[in-house]
């Protein structure tokens, strides 16, 4: 397998198409190997393939798998090769300050070995990455003693490569005679080696000095050869850079214009042509140059607003690729090259490595430390009670730190004082105390008021101020809690003995610090958002009993209005009897009359006061209900009927209808209170949302038991329903559309947690332009709770 995947690797070097028609299915880039040994191999076939089609993204992924299972499998020699191309790859994508660290990481490992190949491969890849960085004195030094260390592989590919970053190097000097030498040298390297890549470099390279040197028909012959090579083995990198020397050509001389040409002359022609592949290249960020160069011939032709749009291309490309992180990045290196040579070897690397390890150490030991804190924090950062916030803190103290005593101070609202609301001594709790800010010489006042560490070695008689019931300490912590520009208090913790916290003792009480002001902060802001919302769901609470009453008194009026209308007549029938009985005299007729309608009168009251009556235990069941939430077995439409009959007065007052639609023998174990609830604000929904005020509608209340132990409970009506931006929001606490009309928000929030949470069911709704339908899917018996149902609603 290893000796198929190199043969695979150096097929491609000299026919990228072929070698991948013979190798691609026994290498499959899906498939890796399973054997680290082998993978490196294969993952170097398939970084050196993608490499060759520009796809340097790609190339970099496999070469860095390749690094690393050379490594594992210490195959030095295989790393640095890998290494070396994960850095060109990156270097050709314009990231330079990953590639030099790729480079380094290669050095590092071909220098203990003594190899002037790989050594010498590292140096002249380094190289090239300080000249496209535009430092060309410590290119031209690199690329000698790369050369010299790799004298005695003149038939190495290494070697041509070396020539290659030479001759380029000359180019950007203008030295273009030395370059033609170069390219000239390597040209006979890569033919040798029969290498298609190097020979479109190569001929690349003459084209570009020979066009300077005033030959510009050697020039054009040998850039449209170097174009074909390129074009044949899809290498885009060397495409593009064949094309835009042909434009550098056009430009400088006078030549025919190419065959097919679209473009105003042919230095445009061929710019475009070599902006179209490179787009073309994955991951590839387009160097700013190219567009400089549009640019300029542009503005050459008169064609400046194309000018202009190229500049700022050029701009925007030039911003991105280029770093000053990577350019510092490259004189470290620079010197790190320099000293080295300085250094004896072998101390140097003994030294080194010992230093290594200890750093290792250290950093092992900071890791385990940082990864438990982390899981420390969020312990702490997930309680929303104070109480729990002390005792998770106290644990974590005491089992990180020496703490003899630990505190914590906490400020008032004004923030004149610091009160301790949580302290240990020795295992024992400390009695709360409180201490002004501005006390010179508490410590913690200190703390608060300057907001910064404070930290006691040392202890004298004065140096620590002793509150009551304290014993006194050697060494002392004090930490500001403090939550953005806010400071909620301190946390100190103090040992009997000196120099109790060095640097990482105070870094973990700094960090558990953070996470105690967090969670503090955190759990005050809960304590004050539930009690608000216990107030409001108090006053919405009271609301709906306000309405209950007002429908108790409307529904009331009517059989006792009745009621008194028929006495006060009845009365005056009476005085008239009377009259008559002590007057003229009384007919037999008229005592007739009389006992019937006193008979029609008595039949009438007796009517309207049992309907009084009725009503006001319902009225009396509903308002128990409601006010103490009991459990109890209930008849469903009994108490629907009931919970309706404190709406009617505001139904008929706003012209509209509702029917009750539930079978008789619906029975349920659960709290009709929040039940009776729900439907109210169900109702009071509707009358406020659901209908326009120029036309009455109606409301439907249904329910059936469509499975075993369940019922299905249906409110709608027959408004213009929801808008569908709403629907998503309409059971969020404080959402309504109607603020200061009388719509709080909180009334579907609240009946979607009493439907969830105490009745143990779920709500739906669906809306369309002819209504509005909400459905509850309740259990006939709702679920067991061991806190309160009160808290159980709206928590």
């Given at each position: ?363 092992q030991q900071t890791s385990d430390t940082l990864e438990r804190l982390s899981a420390i924090g ?126 990482r003792e105070r870094l973990i009480f700094r960090t558990l610090c ?282």
């Open positions: 397998d290893i000796a198929e995947a190199a043969i695979a690797r150096w097929a491609v070097l000299q026919d990228l198409r072929t070698a991948e028609q013979r190798w691609g299915r026994r290498f499959a880039a899906g498939e890796a190997p399973q054997h680290p040994g082998v993978a490196a191999w294969v993952y170097d076939f398939f970084g050196l393939s993608a490499s060759q089609h520009s796809d340097h993204g790609t190339a970099a992924r496999h070469y860095i798998h390749c690094y690393e299972t050379a490594l594992e499998t210490g195959q030095i020699r295989v790393a640095v090769t890998a290494a070396i191309n994960i850095g060109l790859n990156f270097t050709i994508l314009n990231d330079h300050h990953a590639a030099l660290e790729w480079m380094q990481s290669a050095l590092d490992l071909a220098r203990p070995t003594g190899w002037p190949r790989s050594i010498g491969a590292c140096l002249m890849h380094t190289a090239e990455t300080m000249r496209r960085l535009g430092r060309l004195d410590a290119t031209e030094e690199l690329l000698h003693e790369a050369l010299q260390i790799m004298t005695p592989l003149p038939g190495a590919r290494s070697y041509a490569h070396a020539l290659s970053y030479l001759g380029d190097l000359a180019l950007d000097k203008a030295d273009y005679s030395a370059a033609l030498d170069a390219f000239h040298r390597m040209a006979a390297r890569a033919d040798a080696l029969g290498q298609a890549d190097f020979q479109s470099i190569a001929r690349r390279g003459q084209a570009h000095a020979l066009c300077f040197l005033g030959r510009p028909q050697e020039a054009l012959e040998m850039a449209e050869r170097a174009v074909e090579l390129a074009a044949e083995q899809a290498n885009r990198d060397n495409h593009v850079a064949a094309l835009r020397v042909l434009s550098v050509i056009h430009e400088r001389h006078a030549l025919p214009p190419p065959p097919g040409m679209t473009e105003q002359n042919a230095t445009l022609h061929y710019l475009h042509q070599a902006l179209d592949v490179a787009s073309a290249i994955d991951g590839y960020t387009l160097p700013g140059d190219l567009h400089d160069a549009l640019g300029r011939e542009y503005a050459r032709v008169g064609d400046y607003a194309a000018a202009y749009r190229s500049a700022q291309a050029a701009a925007a490309a030039r911003h991105k690729t280029h770093s000053q992180e990577a350019t510092s990045r490259a004189i470290a290196l620079q010197v790190h090259h320099q000293t080295e040579h300085a250094r004896a070897e072998g101390q140097h690397h003994r030294e080194l490595a010992a230093s290594e390890a200890r750093r290792a150490e250290v950093l969020q312990e702490i950062t997930t309680h929303l009670d104070a109480a729990a916030v002390f005792q998770a803190l106290n644990r974590h103290v005491q089992g990180l730190l020496p703490a003899h005593s630990f505190a914590i101070y906490l400020c008032d609202a004004g923030g004149g004082t610091v009160s301790r609301a949580f302290g240990i001594e020795n295992g024992r709790p400390l009695p709360t105390n409180t201490i002004a800010v501005d006390n010179p010489r508490a410590n913690s006042a200190r703390c608060v008021r300057e907001r910064r560490e404070i930290y006691v070695e040392e202890a004298g008689p004065d140096d620590i101020f002793l509150a009551p019931g304290t014993q006194l300490m050697v060494s002392a912590l004090y930490v500001p809690l403090v939550v953005g520009e806010r400071a909620l208090g301190v946390m100190t913790v103090q040992a009997m003995h000196a120099r109790a916290y060095g640097e953070a996470y105690g002001a967090i969670a503090l902060d955190n759990a005050e802001a809960y304590r004050q958002l539930k009690d608000a919302q216990t107030q409001l769901v108090s006053q919405e609470k009271l609301a709906a009993l306000g309405s209950l009453m007002a429908g108790v008194a409307h529904e009331l009026n009517t059989p006792i209005g009745n009621s008194l209308l028929i006495a006060s007549t009845l009365i005056q029938k009476t005085e008239e009897l009377e009259t008559q009985v002590n007057g003229p005299g009384l007919r037999r007729s008229e005592l007739a009359g009389y006992l019937a309608d006193a008979r029609k009168a008595h039949e009438l009251v007796m009517r309207g006061l049992t309907s009084a009556a009725d009503l006001v235990n319902s009225f009396k069941q509903v308002a128990v209900d409601r006010t103490t939430e009991q459990r109890r077995v209930f008849n469903l439409q009994q108490v629907s009927h009931e919970v309706i009959a404190t709406m009617m007065n505001r139904i008929r007052a706003a012209n509209h209808r509702i029917e009750i639609e539930v079978p008789e023998l619906i029975s349920m174990d659960s709290y009709p209170g929040p039940l009776g609830q729900v439907i109210a604000n169900f109702i009071n929904n509707a009358l406020l949302h659901a209908f326009a005020r120029e036309r009455s509608g109606g409301m439907w209340l249904q329910a059936s038991t469509p499975v075993e132990g369940r019922v299905l409970l249906t409110f709608r009506d027959n408004g213009g329903g929801i808008a569908p931006e709403h629907m998503s929001r309409i059971f969020d606490p404080f959402f309504t559309t109607k603020l200061g009309q009388g719509g709080s928000g909180l009334g579907l929030s609240i009946s979607y947690n009493i439907v969830t949470s105490l009745l143990g069911g779920q709500i739906s709704v669906h809306s369309s332009r002819d209504g509005t339908a909400f459905t509850l899917d309740l259990p006939l018996t709702a679920p067991e709770h061991q806190t309160p149902a009160t808290t159980q609603i709206y928590t």
